[in-house]
């Protein structure tokens, strides 16, 4: 199925061109020359999908992406940009985007990003699809309970029937009368427990009943017992008797039954007569059986789902919720989802619940939310109001559905364009810089100037650092790189990290404090290593300067080895973190720095520490600065030598 676009480009010939280009793709579209045309075609024809220019004069692309994802949250919008506006590009992904296509625009790369869109519209709908399944479930199971309900008002009202027939004493022919429109089997019986009377519905289902004892039609008994039937209980008694019997009728068949017998007495006060109703219950039984079966399969329905779903009230307290819900989050009940998914105290911003809450429509988030084993997820959240019988609403269920691998492979396949994009550009500077620093180093060399070789030698030597980053961070997306391992000293290796570092924090006004041991080895990825720890001992410093007060700041860095792991700490008492923030570190573009940072840098550094089979671990508090903990294995372990020697072969 193909879609509606809203092209918005303030370049006629990109409008003219891709516009036909995606007109034979078989899409309806729709061109606009600026943000406001863009916004009035947008409210007239309600795209599925806009693909619109980063930069525009006026309304420019991101304010057109905040505009509809505000007003159409299910519209999916691709950004248009050139090479330099990748910083951009970052934001709009963050700002959830769709994609982004560079210019000039690639077909392959149009369509790559057309069919994510596709695929994001068709996940909607089939989740959709699926909240509007269960809400029909909910309401057949309420029809259900309504009809029994219904019947039980109906036996209750005939043995309060029942309980009037008390003053009834004499002329039973006048009372048949009465009793033969009732739908129950009524009989009425002599003191000596024989059948005087019955109605035709009885002697059409039981039989003729006149003369027979008052324990016939009981499980086809012929020997008199005291407790044969409920109207031998009656005499023997003297009060009215209810109970649930089983009762044969003409052809055999046992049929069970709700039977009310009350004496009739005579002006003496002595029982005269005993009036038998007895409500044929097979429809009944079938009924509450058929709504036992149906409140299995809900309930099966409900915990069997492959998505979390969980049902919140206004105060968002959880008060059901799913069997996979409850392995990967725990016992829930009474508590409140931002604190299960984000560990936070108060409600997330742009909480679908709160919104359902509010408007009584279905809505949708996507997010990054911890279980309690410490694993991210990313899912798709969607939300829909659970009404009470006067139609207002009581609770709103949430189903959220883990992406979390669709979601890795989009934001790969995302992530390698923007990052070879953005490093073409990053290079393009270095390279410059690297031409001004060579020409200053022989301008150096050849005037006899040792000072201008040696600055010329530094700043060489930096912007190199800066290029190996890059061209590492480029490895780590492009392909599965192999580790090139090697022995390394490590009081050598931690002196050039701390070479690299010192002078920036330095230059941040931070003390940086170095401890490396006196000798000992590790075998691994040296330029991996070295930029996994830098990025880690940037952040520090970011940290430190981010806190901003009269406090000194300090950045230690540790290193220390027992010969079968090396333990790598960095502590700083700079701005510290949040549990929320610490959970979601080293995910995929997750930044605290906001528009500073890119969150490329510690996802790269853990994949790197993983890669060598070691492991990051991370301790810190808002206000009391953070700790990170790489701890690694002296010797590469011999699976992973293995796995390195196999590739290369």
Same mark, same amino acid.
């Given at each position: 199925? $193909?879609?509606?676009? $809203?092209? !918005? ?15 034979? $793709? ?42 509809? *994802? ?23 992904? +963050? ?10 625009? @690639?077909?392959? =790369?149009?369509?790559? =990003? ?54 009834? #004493? ?17 009989? #009425?019986?002599?003191? &000596? ?37 409920? !109207? ?24 069970? %039954? ?54 919140? &009230? ?38 679908? #619940? ?29 939300? =829909? ?47 410059? =810089? ?14 006899? +100037? ?32 192999? $580790?090139?391992?090697? %022995?390394?000293?490590?009081? @050598? ?47 520090? /410093? ?16 540790? %290193? ?5 792991? !090396?333990?790598?700490? /960095? ?34 550094? @853990?994949?790197? /520490? ?31 030598? +293995?796995?390195?020697?196999?590739? *290369?072969?």
């Amino acid at each position: 199925m $193909l879609y509606t676009i $809203l092209l !918005v480009d303030d370049e006629e010939g990109i409008r003219k061109i891709l516009g036909l280009s995606l007109r034979d $793709l078989g899409y309806t579209v729709h061109t606009a020359a600026s943000g406001e045309e863009g916004i009035e075609l947008f409210n007239k024809y309600e795209p599925e999908i806009v693909l619109t220019d980063i930069k525009m004069p006026g309304i420019t692309g991101l304010d057109l992406l905040e505009r509809f *994802k505000f007003q159409a949250p299910d519209t999916e919008v691709i950004m248009i940009t050139g090479h330099g506006d990748m910083d951009l590009a970052i934001q709009s992904i +963050k700002n959830n985007a769709t994609d982004f296509i560079t210019k000039p625009i @690639n077909e392959d =790369a149009l369509e790559i =990003a057309l069919k994510r869109a596709h695929e994001r519209i068709d996940m909607r709908r089939q989740i959709n699809q699926y909240t509007c399944d269960l809400e029909r479930l909910v309401d057949e199971q309420a029809t259900q309970i309504v009809e029994q309900e219904r019947q039980l008002a109906a036996l209750q009202i005939a043995e309060g029937f029942a309980d009037g027939l008390r003053t009834i #004493v004499s002329h039973i022919d006048g009372g048949s009368s009465m009793f033969n429109q009732l739908p129950c089997f009524v009989s #009425v019986h002599n003191a &000596n427990s024989e059948i005087i009377s019955s109605n035709p519905l009885f002697n059409e289902r039981i039989g003729p009943a006149t003369g027979k004892p008052s324990w016939w039609a009981y499980k086809g008994e012929t020997i008199r017992r005291p407790d044969s039937s409920p !109207v031998e209980r009656v005499l023997l008694s003297g009060d009215a008797q209810s109970s649930q019997e089983i009762i044969t009728d003409k052809n055999g068949n046992k049929l069970p %039954v709700q039977v009310n017998a009350v004496p009739i007495l005579d002006n003496d006060g002595t029982i005269e007569l005993v009036l038998e109703l007895a409500a044929d219950m097979t429809e009944i039984q079938t009924m509450q059986e058929e709504l036992r079966i149906t409140r299995h399969r809900y309930q099966q329905l409900f915990e069997e789902s492959p998505c979390y779903i969980s049902v919140q &009230n206004k105060e968002l307290k959880i008060i059901a919720n799913n069997r996979r819900f409850r392995e990967d989050f725990g016992s829930s009940l009474g508590k409140s989802c931002h604190k299960l998914y984000a560990h936070r105290d108060t409600p997330c911003a742009n909480c679908p #619940v709160l919104k359902t809450f509010e408007d009584g429509k279905t809505h949708q988030y996507e997010t990054v939310i911890t279980t309690k084993t410490g694993e991210q997820r990313n899912v798709l959240i969607w939300t =829909a109001p659970i009404c009470d019988v006067e139609g207002n609403i009581a609770e709103v269920m949430e189903m959220s559905t883990d992406i979390t691998q669709l979601r890795a492979l989009q934001d790969r396949l995302s992530t390698l364009g923007l990052l070879l994009g953005s490093t073409a550009h990053g290079i393009k500077g270095l390279l410059t =810089a690297l031409d001004g620093g060579i020409y200053r180093l022989g301008s150096g060399i050849k005037m006899d +100037k040792p000072e201008r070789v040696l600055d010329s030698f530094n700043d060489l030597t930096h912007l190199i650092d800066r290029l190996r980053k890059m061209v590492l961070d480029i490895l780590h997306y492009a392909k599965e790189r192999s $580790l090139n391992w090697e %022995v390394i000293i490590l009081p @050598n290796f931690v002196r050039e990290i701390e070479s690299i570092i010192r002078p920036k924090a330095e230059a941040k006004s931070v003390t940086f404090n170095c401890i490396a041991p006196e000798d000992g080895t590790i075998e691994a990825d040296y330029g991996g290593l070295s930029s996994a720890l830098v990025n880690i001992l940037e952040n520090a /410093v970011d940290s430190c300067e981010a806190a901003r007060s009269s406090a000194e700041y300090c950045v230690e860095f540790t %290193v220390c080895t027992d010969g079968k792991t !090396v333990d790598f700490t /960095v502590t700083d008492n700079g701005t510290g973190m949040t549990q929320e923030t610490r959970e979601k570190l080293f995910t995929l573009f997750f930044s605290s720095k906001g528009s500073a940072g890119t969150g490329i840098g510690l996802f790269v550094a @853990n994949q790197t /520490v993983q890669q060598h089979g070691g492991t990051i671990s991370v301790s810190s508090e808002p206000g009391e600065g953070s700790s990170f903990a790489v701890r690694m294995h002296a010797a590469l372990p011999e699976h992973l030598k +293995k796995e390195i020697s196999e590739g *290369k072969d």
